[in-house]
């Protein structure tokens, strides 16, 4: 995974000063540092529009700044999830993925399941029949979580090119 300082630098400078603003706040309310190489952490990731592994984005900043040891993503991580300003997809039996929880308004999320290639979409349908069915269960949402695990229909996949070999040397 490639990610060249310009995008780092690129930001919305308006919008992402809230969202740093946020994240230190909420390390000194809770008592921890405020680093440099966590802000590195939270800027690489509103610096993407992807799904990244605790790796990919290890590798993003170790690109970034070197000094960044992988413990301390890994526990910037954990602080930025509980700030609310990331969100942790636990994807059923695979690596998590992590993105930017303030990036994009709400949308749910198709994983392939030989690919793991995660698509985001919205749909107002979609929505409504769920709020449709919470009502008439006598519920209201509060938040809620929509992945769907699915076959890739893309023929040149290359984990299902890898699955196909495999089958094909048995």
């Keep these: 995974m ?3 300082c310009w995008s780092v630098v690129t930001l919305n400078q308006k919008a992402d000063k809230t969202i740093e603003e946020r994240f230190i706040e909420y390390l000194r309310q809770t008592g921890k540092k405020v680093t440099e190489e966590r802000l590195l952490i939270l800027r690489t ?12 984005l290890c590798l993003a900043v170790e690109q970034q700044y070197s000094k960044v040891s992988r413990a301390t993503v890994y526990r ?9 300003l990331v ?7 695979y690596e998590a993925r992590y993105e930017a929880s303030l990036a994009e308004g709400h949308h749910d999320h198709i994983i392939c399941t030989d690919c793991f290639k995660i698509m ?10 769920q709020d449709k069915i919470l009502q008439a269960k006598g519920f209201k949402a509060v938040s809620h979580v929509h992945n769907i695990y699915a076959e890739c229909l893309n023929p040149m996949c290359p984990e299902k090119l890898k699955k196909k070999k495999t089958d094909h040397d048995k």
């Design 87 to 93: 969100t942790k997809l636990a994807l059923d039996g």
């Design 120 to 129: 985001e979409f919205y749909d107002e349908g979609l929505e409504k029949i």
């Design 45 to 56: 990731i509103y610096a993407t529009n992807k799904h990244l592994t605790a790796m990919d």
């Design 76 to 84: 910037t991580l954990e602080i930025l999830v509980e700030a609310d």
């Design 2 to 4: 490639s990610l060249s």
